[in-house]
């Protein structure tokens, strides 16, 4: 049971302690805890056969790991993350995981890439990223609620759900605002709009996830010109404001997975 942990742990301790103490980087050695953690929670999060919304949160968890790595070692920071996650998902032999890590595998070779060839090799912006995490963002965002409502908890859990899907669907839009700007936040608008044809494509009939768009999308345009004020904040500190909320998802998400009922099948088997 606490193997995965156990494992953890000892991966980020001996990073941690090569990166700061013998290589003398403590930039990388913070990316090496990270990237741990990213890990760990995706090993729990896509343990079984996932359908395509796991794998979206999976490719924020990623695409969000390699920003707070070239933020605090650049593309020495995005290698080392790299590295450290594969050695976790490899030894706890999590192949879900592993699959889905083809977005920071995609943006380390560009580093690689631009770092090893004489030629002029063009630069990918930050705004380029900012735009492409609000998208993925936006289209799986209203999809989550629904998802979590199709495992009829009882009417306790329900409540309890619900109150936590809002603070959910008001505060990610926020966020959002605060850690990539006006280009993530028009990514996010344009992401609400692709949710709606994944919701089709994924066989879906329900029509609350364009409620929770319109909810979501509504928070945006209602408090972007008071917001926006908060999103003139340094680089250095976007990357911790960054960790602090990945925390506070990571508590949201625990608190959702104890409110989520078990599937009939796994009780039974029990």
Known sequence: RFAPVVLAALVAGAGYLLAGRYLNLPEDAAVILVAVFAALVLHWLLNEPVDALRGGIAAIVWVGLSTVA????????????????????????????????????????????????????????????????????????????????SFDPPA????????????????????????????????????????????????????????????????????????YRLAAVERAQRIWILIGIALAVSVVGILLAALTPRPAASRESA
């Open 70 to 149: 070239f933020g605090l070692g650049k593309g020495l920071g995005m290698s080392m993350a790299l590295v450290a996650a594969a050695a976790v998902l490899a030894t706890l032999r999590s192949r879900y995981a592993l699959l889905s890590m083809t977005p920071l595998i995609g943006l380390v070779l560009y580093r690689v890439l631009r770092d090893a060839q004489p030629i002029s090799i063009p630069e990918l912006e930050a705004a380029q990223y900012q735009a492409l995490v609000g998208i993925i963002v936006g289209a799986i965002l209203p999809l989550l609620p629904q998802d979590w409502l």
């Open 156 to 227: 306790s859990k329900r409540l309890a759900g619900t109150a936590l899907w809002a603070v959910v669907l008001v505060g990610v839009p926020v966020a959002m605002l605060v850690l990539t700007g006006s280009r993530g936040t028009v990514g996010f608008l344009v992401g609400i709009g692709l949710s709606g044809p994944i919701a089709v494509l994924r066989g879906g009939r329900e029509i609350l996830p364009l409620g929770y768009g319109l909810l979501s999308g509504s928070v945006v345009v209602a408090s972007y010109g008071w917001l």
